[in-house]
Nanobody, 123 residues
């Protein structure tokens, strides 16, 4: 049973930085592809970034390139999302997801999801 628990969400001001973390547990979870998604109020959930099992391949949505960085520490079974120069439009619930095989930016192809962590950016 794979479990994902996000943390690090907060109320911040525009221009601040924030680091989200996702702790994963379960057998072989260190070999899973991981992704970060977000859902803003009144909008559909969207992909933010993804990373392969080894961490040497990363993918980003065009809207966050240059500000967001995804990384992972397989020894600790964590995946992180560093967010710089936060904007009010980054306000959303951020979700961590895991996929048993491969890496994808497609939400439908993820097998496991966390409960999410709230990020609120004030202007």
């Amino acid at each position: 049973q794979v479990q994902l628990v996000e943390s690090g969400g907060a109320l911040v001001q525009a221009g601040d930085s924030l680091r989200l973390s996702c702790a994963a547990s379960g057998r072989f979870v260190s070999f899973y592809g991981k992704g970060w998604f977000r859902q803003a109020p009144g909008k559909e959930r969207e992909v933010v970034a993804a990373i392969n099992w080894s961490g040497d391949s990363t993918y980003y949505a065009d809207s966050v390139k240059g500000r967001f960085t995804i990384s992972r520490d397989n020894a600790r079974n964590t995946v992180s999302l560093q967010i710089n120069r936060l904007k009010p439009e980054d306000t959303a619930v951020y979700y961590c997801a895991a996929r048993r095989k491969g890496t994808t930016m497609s939400e439908d192809e993820y097998d496991h999801w966390g409960q999410g962590t709230q990020v609120t950016v004030s202007s």
